[in-house]
């Protein structure tokens, strides 16, 4: 016994310690603290682009105070924007160009149901002077019509939003949501498994493949998807004083989707950017508005260089629509 | 089954138990033969028969050879053995290529012939060339014929070797029937170590620079020069790490049964000449393409210009071996000519060395270059990519791929530990690693984890694979050989 403790003795100390200095680094390379109701900083350094962000209690990214009534940004993790520092993402330039307060409320996942179920609450609470709706053509499409989260629904033949259902969190969720909180091992360990989990679908085993794409009976092909109807709804919900930021990929020809966003703007007197107005200047500097050096090259999320466009594409439109010097 | 996946380490701890279990050594054998055949079928069960109807000819033939004296006879049932296995190669993995440029000559004439349209049968290059060897070795009564079915049968299905090598021959496979089959401490240490490491390789290095690569060849005009570079540097290094990681492994899974298989590679880039790289670079392909191919076809011993014509010959077919398309055999053509140019060289001064300074980058410029027709998609491609490595394109997309840089510090540091160790020094002995120089294996490393600083080396090296190797990544590129 007493010699079999000698040999296991070394084995686990060296385990431990392997243990401990891995969760030293993963705090430095990807560690949330905080939670929902308080301020949280995410550290981001691993994957996609190398950011850190701060949210205060609301869950808006800290920025400078800036005076006047503010303007609201939402929309998903392009908003969020975890792959860049707080004074890289679009808001916070869009802040400094106009020195208007922009409130970024982006949030991963995210669709445009959510922010017509949000509207009110927002509106309450923000006060908004306008709203900077981000999406991309999947939100308005596949994305938006998937039942797990907040989505589009036909109901006796008219769209509404629905709310995303009430996530059961059980004993074992609960316990293992403390742990990862409190632990980045833990944490990413969880992370890492669930995406091994989730490529084991994929031929062969968790390696490379195709991932089977979530369908969407109400309304295939693509092209079917009630946009214009998502589109006045969204609008609607912030009283007509919306700029929509169409995000579309920088490497595909304009598709119908973005095409029938651009006509409907057009057609109903809508603020509206798109950026893809800005890639030709992007292909011309061999540049790319997506993707960081450690990603991809001109896929993924916007890195610093295409937050500084969307910025600068914003502050043109809004100088106009809400008359800012 | 890939080898980094769950379903593959579910398999092995299956054979692993299994073959612990005392019981007699026929039994074993039958349950190997029986969780390889298991694991080519999780492929595609389809071609399971193909690689029992190998094993059945090749036995049978080698049989009827060693059963006679007679020359004629013998050579009859070698060639019978040889083609048949070329055959059902070129059948499976060549009809098509062969078709396409036949349509191509066709084109004027208004004919075409219909594509067979054939799935390649994983690993058929690999395991024809094993196969082969059995029948050529017992012909040149280099080794006694195999004594029973279920022994010859195992040799060619052992899963470890079956899809991408290392080409295990008969001679090197066979003798190691008699031992006891199954895992011990010792076995376990050295297999884990091995396929640890190979592990590392393939998902710290291969398959994070594969992002580069991938994005880079896909759209080769689109890139400005530098990053052409970068794309060029990310291949080399992805197929080095994922083949001989894959290798490593499958060395470290046999070991871990009871059985040695060859060494693959042995730091191919730092090569100083072409004709080196071949001795460190896939070394079971180049030694069975010498042996069975380059010696047959006369070797050296008919005068240069044979020699040449010979040394052409096998690179172009080792070039066709990889993949039914000419931008392999163009892959073939330049290695066989920069070996040609070498032994010219060799002939015209041979007391004159050029310093391994200057020859090492020279033959790793070489090397990279070739490798752009062979990763290339066409010839289009080729072309495209070698514009933009060279400035003559119109590509101006600028990416510095930071995994890159991550790769090749990996893989430098990895090599410096190899020289060192080919040099007898240890520099991991700190982390209770222990030097093995395997007759059969080569020289390997075997991690103790006897002390802390042992135990923390590899619970690190786990741990850094866990959380920092690729999960989105492709498969093992020598599957599609």
Partial sequence: MKRFAITLLPFAAGLLLAAGVFELLLRQLLWTTGGPGQASTLVRRLDEGSGVSHRDARGIRVAPPAPGPPILAIGDSFTEASQVNDDEVFTARLQSILGVRVLNTGVAARSPADYIVLAPKLKRELQPAWTIIQFNDSDLTDDGFVSSKAHFEERNGKLVAVAAPEAHVGRVSRLLGQLRAHSALINYGIARLELFHAGSHMPPLFRGGVVEKLTNPLATPRDNYPVETELAMLSAAYDGRVTFLFLPPFREEQNAVEQRVLAYCAAEHLSCVDFRTTFDDFRRRGRSPYGFTNSWFGRGHLNAEGHRAVAELLARELRTRLRTP | ?481
Wanted: a positive charge.
């Fill in chain 2, 1 to 481: 089954m890939s080898f980094v996946s769950i379903r593959f380490f579910v398999f092995l701890a299956a054979i692993l138990g299994a073959t612990a279990i005392p019981m007699p050594h026929r039994r074993k054998k039958l349950v190997l033969c029986i969780g390889s055949s298991l694991f080519y079928a999780a492929w595609d069960y389809r071609y399971l028969a193909l690689l029992l109807i190998i094993s059945v000819i090749d036995y049978w033939c080698a049989a009827r050879i060693a059963a006679t004296r007679e020359p004629r006879v013998r050579r009859f049932w070698l060639t019978a053995s040889i083609v048949s296995n070329l055959a059902i190669l070129g059948w499976f993995k060549y009809a098509d290529f062969f078709l396409t440029n036949l349509n191509g000559l066709l084109r004027f004439s208004g004919h075409e012939v219909a594509l067979l349209g054939l799935l390649l049968p994983a690993g058929i290059s690999f395991y024809t060339f094993k196969s082969m060897s059995y029948t050529i070795d017992v012909y040149r009564e280099r080794i006694e014929p195999c004594s029973s079915h279920l022994d010859y049968t195992m040799f060619v299905t052992f899963f470890p070797d079956l899809i991408a090598g290392p080409i295990v021959r008969a001679s090197v496979f066979l003798p190691q029937m008699t031992r006891a089959i199954g895992p011990t401490r010792e076995r376990m240490l050295h297999g884990f170590s091995l396929f640890v490491i190979g592990m590392g390789k393939k998902l710290l290095i291969a398959d994070h620079v594969a992002v580069v690569a991938n994005e880079v060849f896909a759209t080769p005009a689109a890139w400005s020069s530098a990053t052409a570079w970068c794309g060029l540097l990310a291949y080399s290094l992805q197929i080095y790490c994922d083949f001989s990681g894959y290798s490593d492994m499958a060395i470290g899974t046999a070991k871990m049964l009871g059985y040695d298989l060859p060494e693959n590679f042995n730091m191919p880039y730092i090569a100083a000449s072409v004709a080196e790289f071949w001795r460190r670079w896939h070394i079971t392909l180049s030694e069975w393409l010498r042996d069975y191919l380059y010696i047959p076809l006369g070797g050296n011993r008919k005068g240069q210009l044979r020699t040449d014509v010979n040394l052409l010959l096998t690179m172009l077919l080792g070039g066709l071996w990889h993949g039914a398309s000419w931008n392999f055999v163009a892959w073939g053509l330049l290695h066989g000519i920069a070996l040609i140019v070498h032994r010219a060289w060799r002939r015209a001064a041979p007391q004159s060395r050029v310093p391994r300074a200057l020859a090492w980058p020279l033959t790793l410029l070489f090397v990279m270059l070739c490798w752009v027709p062979f990763r290339a998609i066409n010839l289009d491609g080729t072309i495209a990519m070698l514009r933009s490595l060279f400035g003559l394109g119109d590509g101006r997309n600028v990416w510095w791929p930071v995994v890159l840089a991550w790769g090749l510090a990996l893989a430098i540091a990895g090599h410096l530990i190899g020289m060192a160790l080919a040099r007898g020094r240890n520099p991991l002995a700190i982390a209770d690693a222990e030097v093995v120089v395997d007759p059969i294996s080569g020289r390997y490393l075997v991690f103790r984890m006897r002390t802390i600083a042992g135990a923390f080396f590899v619970a690190a090296t786990l741990l850094a694979i866990y959380f920092f190797g690729a999960v989105e990544s492709s498969p093992f590129i020598y599957f599609q050989f």
